[in-house]
Every structure is written in C-alpha cells, then in structure tokens.
C-alpha cells in the first residue's frame, strides 16, 4: 500500500503564493506518475496537473497553465505544487494522487490518493 500526505494548504491573498507537498511512504514505485487533484464545494474532483516517474513530462489543466508548478524529488518521495497568482477560484481542496498514467484526468485511473489539503483563496 501506499501512503500519500499532503501539507501546505492554508489562507492567501489573491494574487498570493503558496507551495503544496506530498510525502509518499509504504510500496512507492518511482515509475508511478503524481499528480495533484483538486474539488471545490458542489464540485467534481478535477485534475490539476501531473508529473511522470522520471520528471520529464508534465501537464497542466488550462486553468493553472503558466501559474502552477509541479515537480518531484523521488529521493524524498516528495512531490511539490508550486502555486503563483492565486485566485479565488483556485480555492478547493487539493489532492494528491499516485498512478501510472501520470496525465489522466479520469479519477479512476489514479491508484493512491492523499486526504486532501484546503486552499483557501481570499479577494
């Protein structure tokens, strides 16, 4: 099994920054992709981004493109969402996701999930 745990939520301001982490433990496979997931109250759980095993390749949902960053340590077993020019609409629970196909957008095919860290974006 594997272990996903998220930290780094918190209260911004618009236009403010914040970095979300994941620590993977338990059976981590440096193939699976990473991912970060988020919902907003009402909402369906969508897709952030997501990174490969290796950090080459990544993706982005249109909405966070140029804003967001995701990236990986896989000697921690970390991976990072950097967050720039938050909005208010940016607030939702994040979620972390391990798999292996690192840029699905369908929540079935992520294997592992974390509990979720809150974003709370103020105007």
């Known amino acids: 099994q594997v272990q996903l745990v998220e930290s780094g939520g918190g209260l911004v301001q618009s236009g403010g920054s914040l970095r979300l982490s994941c620590a993977a433990s338990?059976?981590?496979?440096?193939?699976?992709?990473m991912g970060w997931f988020r919902q907003a109250p009402g909402k369906e759980r969508e897709f952030v981004a997501g990174?490969?095993?290796?950090?080459?390749?990544?993706s982005y949902a249109h909405f966070v493109e140029g804003r967001f960053t995701i990236s990986r340590d896989n000697a921690k077993n970390t991976v990072y969402l950097q967050m720039n020019s938050l909005n208010p609409e940016d607030t939702a629970v994040y979620y972390c996701?391990?798999?292996?196909?690192?840029?699905?957008?369908?929540?079935?095919?992520?294997?592992?999930w974390g509990q979720g860290t809150q974003v709370t974006v103020s105007s």
């Open positions: 338990g059976r981590t496979r440096s193939s699976y992709g």
């Open positions: 990174i490969s095993g290796s950090s080459r390749l990544t």
């Open positions: 996701a391990a798999g292996f196909i690192y840029d699905s957008r369908r929540y079935e095919d992520w294997n592992h």
